[in-house]
């Protein structure tokens, strides 16, 4: 084997063990950063907004608790929901 070849194959395992180190590490600071923004659009929807649930269904938030969300559909319809299908506002 020549130098060529020996340099070649250095840079080719350099590069990938940069890529299973580095990829990570950008994949977990993206999901981190969209679950802090998931947590402060829950905690910041307070009794009163329109918002949008994963089903399609809009409605008026009524009531929040730490596992279910309350939320009128119809003008005497409640029902509850769990944080994780509310998507946004309407």
């Known amino acids: 084997m020549n ?17 299973i180190v580095i990829s990570p590490i950008i994949r977990y600071k993206g999901i981190k950063e969209n679950n ?6 829950l905690n910041d929807l307070n009794s009163g907004d329109k918002v949008v649930l ?9 009531e929040k608790n730490e596992e279910s969300y309350s939320i009128e559909i119809s003008k005497g319809i409640i029902i ?9 506002r309407s």
Do not use: D, H
Request: aromatic residues 10%; charged residues 15%.
């Open 3 to 19: 130098t060529q070849n020996i340099i070649f194959i250095a840079l080719i395992i350099i590069m990938l063990i940069c890529y």
């Open 36 to 41: 802090e923004k998931r947590l402060k659009f």
């Open 54 to 62: 994963s089903s399609g269904i809009f409605g008026t938030l009524k």
């Open 80 to 88: 509850k929901v769990l944080p994780s299908s509310i998507i946004g």
